[in-house]
């Protein structure tokens, strides 16, 4: 059974900084494309940041030159630098495989006080 676990959210001011991280437990963490998703309350769950297998990033337009995606094959972890937070960033932060259905983890709360 694969299981995420996420943490590093706290509160913090506008202009701060957090790294998220992701342990993704089994075996299938080196061979996917992972993604970091968000949902604020009231709104769809979307995703903010990926990484192909093979180290390459995409993000998403609101996010990106302040969040930075990163992954540890090693330690089947995968990272969320954010940098220059704002309000608007404040959510409930996640991680997943890209193309594999998993159960959710719990998330870790970002919130981002102005």
């Known amino acids: 059974q694969v299981q995420l676990v996420e943490s590093g959210g706290g509160l913090v001011q506008a202009g701060g900084s957090l790294r998220l991280s992701c342990v993704v437990s089994?075996?299938?963490?080196?061979?996917?494309?992972m993604g970091w998703y968000r949902q604020a309350p009231g709104k769809q769950r979307e995703l903010v940041a990926a990484?192909?297998?093979?180290?390459?990033?995409n993000y998403r337009d609101s996010v990106k030159g302040r969040f930075t995606i990163s992954r540890d094959n090693a330690k089947n972890t995968v990272y969320l630098q954010m940098s220059s937070l704002k309000p608007e960033d404040t959510a409930v932060y996640y991680c997943?495989?890209?193309?594999?259905?998993?159960?959710w983890g719990q998330g870790t709360q970002v919130t981002v006080s102005s």
């Open positions: 089994g075996s299938i963490f080196s061979a996917n494309d």
């Open positions: 997943s495989p890209l193309w594999v259905v998993v159960p």
């Open positions: 990484i192909t297998s093979g180290g390459s990033t």
